[in-house]
């Protein structure tokens, strides 16, 4: 396979590409920052806003499959910025596939948070975005279905909360903040999140771009592993980053935090806990473990075994942090 990610140079992007590479694949990444791992792939500094640039990119290197990545995945965006990179780039992506006529396969990424916290939906097509992040990735979804675009041969796939090497923000925020003592979880009832070892969604994605047509074509797939009570993770990094489990705090405790945070930032102080925080730890947030994963022979990398090649990094990574 000739495998063209855009966004290669990014956390799910620099771990796909090397799962790609490790078995056989000739792959090009376009992004306009350098890759973390140099001696991975060929890489070309493109903006893949620049659809002349893309496309130039593509005719030289004559791509059998393409993995679009790229995006502006944040919430602190505006609507106008968001529309930019996440639906017109997809656009591009799209005409540049269409006009080309000879991928075979082509993955475009989305994000669990075309739905907000709660249950998965059962219909592919049924959307709930809490904030414009989402709705923004659900408007490249609706725009793939597009009649003008039926004959290509697109997968959708809905990344959950990626972890693992790599992870630059969590590197220097959460994780830290375990090593150190600082995090403290809510207590009582289990917070049920769809997590995903990055290395795990790399080798679905893998799958997806092997997979017999008919199994996988204009469907919709979650790139996650089994949903688990965010305490297990947590506290697995805890123990091996401390060696102490995680802290639990009455949730009571947590809102007064939260609150006093608020009134921090009404007076322009930044304050690193507020309830925009309180709430996103303590929402459940689901996606579906796809039935699919169990018609293929697909090994995931146990989430202990992940931790530690987490670890490992961050202490090579980040000796300063982390040793």
Known sequence: MRILVTGGSGFIGTNLVAFLTSRGCDVLNLDIAPPRIES?????????????????????????????????????ASMT?????????T???LN???????????????????????????????????NDYGRSKMAMELLAREPRFAQLPWIIVRPTNIWGPHHVHFATEMWRFIKHGLYL??????????????ENVARQAHILLTAPTPMVLHKVFYLTDPVIDSYELLN????????????????????????????????????????ERYHRMTANHAARFEPLWGQFDYQAIA???????????????????YA
Request: proline share 6%.
């Open 185 to 198: 979880h809510p207590a009582g009832d289990p917070v049920l999140r769809a997590y995903g070892y990055v």
């Open 303 to 321: 989430m202990e075994e992940g931790v530690a090649r987490t670890v490992s990094w961050l202490t090579d990574a980040y000796p300063r942090l």
């Open 236 to 275: 697995a990094f805890s123990l091996a980053l401390a060696g102490r489990k995680l802290h639990r705090v009455p949730r009571r405790l947590m809102q007064g935090l939260a609150r006093a945070g608020d009134a921090l930032k009404r007076i322009r102080i930044a304050a690193p806990f507020h309830s």
């Open 40 to 76: 991975l792939a060929a890489w070309e500094r493109v903006d893949v806003a620049d659809y002349h640039k893309v496309e130039q990119a593509a005719r030289a290197f004559s791509p059998t499959h393409l993995v679009h990545l790229a995006a502006l995945a944040t919430f602190d």
């Open 81 to 89: 910025e968001l529309t930019q990179r996440n639906v017109d780039v």
């Open 96 to 130: 540049l596939a269409l006009k080309r006529g000879t991928v075979e396969r082509l993955i475009l990424t989305s994000t669990q948070y075309v739905n907000g916290p709660g249950s998965p939906f059962d219909e592919d097509r049924s959307f709930h975005p809490v």
């Open 91 to 93: 656009a591009n992506i």
